[in-house]
């Protein structure tokens, strides 16, 4: 039994690296060398500042009305095919689960650089970076998904 007051510590660190490293690289991206470069909201707001993006919402329709990324595209079913797969593309989502996902889609098509936001549209607005709503007008409101995300705000308003 001593021997297990070593183990469940080790186990217990064990995980959390791993944990780390998951959201470090993202859950869909994590097991594959990819190089999909996932950024904070201040480094994609300087991305965006200074190089043409293509940026894709890969919310839904109602999320992306309450509020999205200036100049953001919503993803939808087709779209990548009208895509130049040597241009630039950022994805975001609401905690970046979902755009994980479309930025490996994106890297297994031959897309050469894509950037994830890591904290997705929740981390943009806790860096205080603006937001449009449908009408193009500056807005505070995000759309969190699921009750439970709102958690994760910090600045703006949470719509469900």
Not at 48 to 64: A, H, P, W
């Amino acid at each position: 039994m001593s021997h297990l007051k070593f183990i469940v510590p080790g186990v217990i660190v064990l995980l959390s690296l791993v944990c780390y490293q998951v959201y470090q690289r993202g859950a869909f991206t994590f097991f594959s060398s990819s190089n999909v470069e996932r950024v904070d909201a201040e480094e994609a707001f300087r991305m965006i500042s200074t190089t043409d993006f293509t940026i894709l919402d890969v919310r839904d329709e109602s999320e992306y009305d309450v509020s999205h990324l200036e100049g953001a595209i919503r993803y939808e079913e087709g779209l990548l095919e009208g895509l130049n797969a040597n241009e630039p593309v950022m994805v975001y989502c609401t905690v970046g689960l979902r755009s994980n996902q479309l930025a490996k889609i994106l890297e297994e098509e031959g897309f050469n650089q894509v950037v994830e936001l890591q904290d997705g549209l929740i981390g943009w607005s806790n860096a205080e970076l603006p937001l449009v709503n449908s009408r193009d007008n500056l807005t505070d409101s995000v759309h969190v998904y699921a009750q439970y995300f709102s958690a994760l705000l910090r600045g703006g308003t949470p719509v469900y």
